[in-house]
């Protein structure tokens, strides 16, 4: 079985920053791709930011520049380091990952259970 878990939501003022981190554990062989979504209540899931193996990075327009994402893969993490936090960044934050658990398997995605990040005075 496979999991990912989030933590550093919470309450924030504007301007503040927050650091999100997932962790993937279980019967994981490989890992490519991490990411985070979020989403407001009653509107869609959106993209935040992504993560692939080598590294290379995609941002949402509304974060870039604001939010940099990067990964452990020694430990099977990903980071969110969200800075200049406006009060539309409030959403529940949810980590994404693309995961295979043998070398026969293909990659299926995972979501987490998602972490709540309030931005407000």
């Known amino acids: 079985q496979v999991q990912l878990v989030e933590s550093g939501g919470g309450l924030v003022q504007p301007g503040g920053s927050l650091r999100l981190s997932c962790v993937a554990s279980g019967s994981i062989f490989s890992i490519n791709s991490m990411g985070w979504y979020r989403q407001v209540s009653g509107k869609q899931r959106e993209l935040v930011a992504t993560?692939?193996?080598?590294?290379?990075?995609n941002y949402a327009d509304s974060v870039k520049g604001r939010f940099t994402i990067s990964r452990d893969n020694a430990n099977n993490t990903v980071f969110l380091q969200m800075t200049s936090l406006k009060s539309e960044d409030t959403a529940v934050y949810y980590c994404y990952a693309t995961m295979r658990i043998s070398s026969r398997s293909w990659f299926y995605g995972y979501w987490g259970q998602g972490t709540q990040v309030t931005v407000s005075s």
């Open positions: 993560i692939i193996s080598d590294d290379s990075t």
